[in-house]
């Protein structure tokens, strides 16, 4: 079997394999606590880095942006609101317009229509007086 001395211990067989498992796994938890070190100053630096008032003033900014934004979309809702009402106010003096109109001409032409009935029965009258006088008396005239 192999064997081997380190301070005066001598190793064999199965000690020696525990001691390579153990000197590599603290060997592996050495090299990622250096990476994790490595890591967190690189973080470090990044954050000692960041300008803090640049990012105030550029969210200040934005939220300005934002509700310029929203005061600008209420504006535009109440002027739709307000062309809404006018379309609504015009479309009823329309209807209105349209009906009085109706009103008129039916009115117009009931009138024209019993002025042209009477005036066709006076016509009538007359032709048929005209007409009787002629039967009448066929020689005058």
Do not use: H
Not at 7 to 16: I, L, R, V
Not at 38 to 59: G, L, S
Not at 103 to 120: I, P, Q, W, Y
């Amino acid at each position: 079997m192999a064997e081997f001395e380190i301070a005066g211990m001598t190793f064999k067989g199965g000690k020696m394999a525990v001691i390579l498992t153990a000197l590599s796994t603290l060997g592996g938890a050495s090299w990622a606590a250096f990476e994790f070190y490595k890591d967190y100053m690189d973080m470090k630096e990044i954050v000692q880095n960041i300008d803090v008032d640049a990012i105030d003033a550029k969210n200040v900014q934005i939220i300005q942006k934002l509700d310029d934004a929203i005061e600008y979309t209420r504006d535009i809702e109440k002027q739709a609101d307000r062309v809404e009402d006018k379309t609504r106010n015009m479309e009823e003096k329309v209807r209105d317009m349209i009906d009085k109109a109706s009103e008129r001409f039916e009115t117009r032409r009931d009138s024209l229509m019993s002025d042209n009935a009477r005036d066709l029965k006076e016509l009538e009258k007359r032709f048929g007086d005209k007409l009787q006088k002629a039967l009448d008396n066929p020689l005058a005239d």
